[in-house]
């Protein structure tokens, strides 16, 4: 059977005339979860039950109407890491739920997912509401590395939450695509945690340890102390 024709399966649906635009955008994420995005506006607006006309008067073409699914995902994204980091206690506690919930959107939505982190919609400015919706994402992101840090650097917490994030994505697209294989998608959340540890770990700051003989260890790792007398070991 042709994309087309599994496209155009479904019956035409009823929708609120006042609701249109929200109508066909709900189609879009059921084409999507069946076909991805090898679908028409045309087909989009047979499913909503309108016509192609009607359709182009929301959405002047299909790549607005995917800018509205990938801006639609997003929010979904910041509210379920917002209500995932709620759910628990502790700067570090947040990050690792942050990540599970990034994993668990990608895992339900894997084709909004492709949408959302695919290439980029918006390159010339077109659609300043996905811009808005990702930026949301990734301030709380930054938000939740800047607690855990705790040192006041904005500029380090962007940079490593750019890190965190490129290995929460990397990771994740490797499972969805099947390079990584898991069970299941606790599984999938448990390792994404463990492998995130050791950068977790090493990005908090720590004072330089002291030793009980009075030697400090030095910005690249020397131990140093005042000038031992000659011959001293």
Not at 64 to 85: P, Q, V
Not at 91 to 97: P, Q, S, T
Not at 111 to 120: C, E, I, N, S
Not at 148 to 155: I, R
């Amino acid at each position: 059977m042709t994309t087309v024709a599994r496209a155009n399966r479904k019956p035409p649906r009823a929708y609120h005339h006042g609701d249109l635009k929200r109508a066909l955008a709900d189609v879009g994420v059921e084409l999507l979860g069946e076909i991805g995005t090898d679908f028409t506006l045309r087909q989009v607006a047979q499913r909503a039950g309108v016509t192609h006309g009607a359709a182009y008067r929301h959405y002047e073409d299909k790549e607005a109407l995917l800018a509205e699914l990938a801006c639609r995902g997003f929010s979904d994204l910041a509210r379920a890491i917002d209500r995932s980091m709620r759910s628990v206690s502790g700067a570090r506690g947040k990050l690792e739920a942050l990540l599970k919930a990034y994993l668990r959107f990608a895992w339900d939505q894997p084709a909004l997912y492709d949408v959302m982190f695919g290439r980029r919609l918006n390159e010339e400015g077109a659609f300043p509401d996905l811009e808005e919706a990702v930026q949301g994402a990734v301030r709380l992101l930054r938000s939740a590395i800047a607690d855990y840090l705790g040192d006041g650097d904005e500029l380090r917490a962007r940079d490593l939450s750019i890190v965190l994030w490129s290995l929460a994505h990397g990771f994740t697209a490797n499972v969805l695509h099947r390079r990584i294989r898991v069970r299941s998608v606790r599984a999938a959340q448990r390792y994404l945690v463990e492998i995130s540890a050791p950068f977790l770990d090493g990005a908090r700051p720590r004072r330089p340890p002291r030793s009980s003989d009075g030697f400090s260890w030095g910005s690249i790792g020397e131990p140093q102390s005042k000038r031992s007398p000659r011959g001293a070991v």
